[in-house]
């Protein structure tokens, strides 16, 4: 099979394009590195059946060979977290909706029919306010132009995109509302909690809690992630469909920071930050972000594989060799 992924030197993109490699699959990668980086990809470069070209997806020449090529398009590359988003909202509409519908042409002009993963994200479900979001519950969003709702608005603008080219077209599109994913490459640089807290650990650093931590988080480890993307996209059923894809396994972010000191075994503080402090004035948190993943599991039989403990301990591994290998 011949798979295109967007964002491929990015956290989830670098995996799927592993997984890919791994069954014998050609696999070519588009980023900007503008959050991804080589050293993602660097493990598949010598790979024969491994294409990159670095560029932006809004201006990248190489698009419409690489869409009429791709038997199957992850489309990942998008501006992601917290931090980047209320530093650069611009930027954050450009790409992550100009992107993914200069995408939807160039399949449509190619006149090929991949299979095609559209990344959502669990911030479109926004404050509605009951315990587990299923795919079929509102939106809820604030009326007011807060900024920092841009992403989940572009990806929601991203959602309607695809269902507009899938239904006008027949084009086989599945969106993923991917809820919290964790696991190795992921870097904490743009408020992302878990490598944060692990970095913070490993160097007996403190950990720092925005808030009281009493908001929750259901974590999925991106080797179950991309097993269930994988699946999804030769799904016919799912075609034409929105999918939550996550870990129903919640844990409050207070509780988190604790568990990641006890099994680095540090000797971390955890201190606690008002948002103001961290985000000003404009950021809203969510409590909650819990995914019901009936219909995930009835397409594929999906069933996380992976404990947050597990992927903890690995990633605490991982970074404690990191800190060896530099000193
Ligand atoms: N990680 C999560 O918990 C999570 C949750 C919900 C949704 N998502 C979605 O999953 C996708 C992948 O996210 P991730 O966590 O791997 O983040 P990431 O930042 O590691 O990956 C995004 C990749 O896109 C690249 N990119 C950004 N703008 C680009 C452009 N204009 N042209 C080409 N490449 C560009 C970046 O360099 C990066 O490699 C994103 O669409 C994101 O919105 C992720």
Same mark, same amino acid.
């Given at each position: 099979?011949?798979?295109?992924?967007?964002?491929?030197?990015?956290?989830?993109?670098?995996?799927?394009?592993?997984?890919?490699?791994?069954?014998?699959?050609?696999?070519? %990668? @588009?980023?900007? *590195?503008?959050?991804?980086?080589?050293? +993602?990809?660097?493990?598949?470069? /010598?790979?024969?059946?491994?294409? &990159?070209?670095?560029?932006?997806?809004?201006?990248?020449?190489?698009?419409?060979?690489?869409?009429?090529?791709?038997?199957?398009?992850?489309?990942?590359?998008?501006?992601?977290?917290?931090?980047?988003?209320?530093?650069?909202?611009?930027?954050?509409?450009?790409?992550?909706?100009?992107?993914?519908?200069?995408?939807?042409?160039?399949?449509?002009?190619?006149?090929?029919?991949?299979?095609?993963?559209?990344?959502?994200?669990?911030?479109?479900?926004?404050?509605?306010?009951?315990?587990?979001?299923?795919?079929?519950?509102?939106?809820?969003?604030?009326?007011?132009?807060?900024?920092?709702?841009?992403?989940?608005?572009?990806?929601?603008?991203?959602?309607?995109?695809?269902?507009?080219?899938?239904?006008?077209?027949?084009?086989?599109? %599945? @969106?993923?509302? *991917?809820?919290?994913?964790?696991?190795? +490459?992921?870097?904490?640089?743009? /408020?992302?909690?878990?490598?944060? &807290?692990?970095?913070?650990?490993?160097?007996?650093?403190?950990?720092?809690?925005?808030?009281?931590?009493?908001?929750?988080?259901?974590?999925?480890?991106?080797?179950?992630?991309?097993?269930?993307?994988?699946?999804?996209?030769?799904?016919?059923?799912?075609?034409?469909?929105?999918?939550?894809?996550?870990?129903?396994?919640?844990?409050?972010?207070?509780?988190?920071?604790?568990?990641?000191?006890?099994?680095?075994?540090?000797?971390?503080?955890?201190?606690?930050?008002?948002?103001?402090?961290?985000?000003?004035?404009?950021?809203?948190?969510?409590?909650?972000?819990?995914?019901?993943?009936?219909?995930?599991?009835?397409?594929?039989?999906?069933?996380?594989?992976?404990?947050?403990?597990?992927?903890?301990?690995?990633?605490?591994?991982?970074?404690?060799?990191?800190?060896?290998?530099?000193?």
């Amino acid at each position: 099979m011949h798979v295109l992924i967007t964002g491929g030197a990015g956290f989830i993109g670098s995996h799927l394009a592993e997984r890919h490699l791994a069954n014998g699959d050609q696999v070519y %990668v @588009v980023d900007n *590195l503008s959050t991804g980086s080589l050293a +993602n990809i660097d493990p598949f470069r /010598g790979h024969p059946g491994f294409r &990159f070209a670095e560029a932006d997806i809004l201006h990248w020449n190489g698009l419409s060979e690489a869409v009429a090529w791709a038997d199957r398009i992850y489309h990942m590359a998008a501006v992601v977290g917290v931090k980047k988003v209320l530093e650069d909202p611009v930027a954050v509409m450009a790409t992550n909706m100009t992107g993914t519908e200069k995408l939807l042409r160039a399949i449509h002009h190619g006149g090929w029919n991949p299979q095609v993963i559209i990344a959502s994200t669990s911030e479109v479900y926004g404050f509605n306010e009951k315990d587990s979001f299923a795919e079929t519950d509102n939106i809820v969003l604030p009326s007011a132009g807060r900024l920092r709702w841009a992403y989940a608005v572009t990806k929601l603008a991203d959602e309607f995109l695809a269902f507009s080219y899938a239904r006008k077209y027949g084009l086989h599109i %599945v @969106v993923v509302r *991917l809820f919290n994913t964790i696991g190795p +490459n992921q870097i904490g640089h743009y /408020g992302m909690v878990v490598p944060s &807290f692990v970095k913070q650990a490993v160097n007996n650093q403190p950990l720092t809690v925005y808030g009281e931590g009493n908001q929750t988080r259901s974590f999925c480890d991106v080797r179950d992630t991309v097993v269930a993307l994988d699946h999804l996209a030769g799904c016919p059923e799912a075609w034409g469909e929105v999918v939550n894809v996550g870990n129903d396994q919640e844990i409050a972010i207070r509780d988190l920071a604790e568990r990641v000191v006890t099994h680095t075994g540090s000797a971390s503080p955890i201190h606690y930050l008002s948002y103001k402090e961290a985000y000003g004035e404009e950021f809203e948190d969510v409590t909650h972000r819990r995914p019901v993943l009936n219909k995930l599991k009835a397409l594929t039989g999906f069933d996380p594989v992976w404990r947050l403990d597990d992927t903890l301990d690995d990633l605490i591994k991982r970074a404690s060799a990191k800190i060896r290998r530099v000193a």
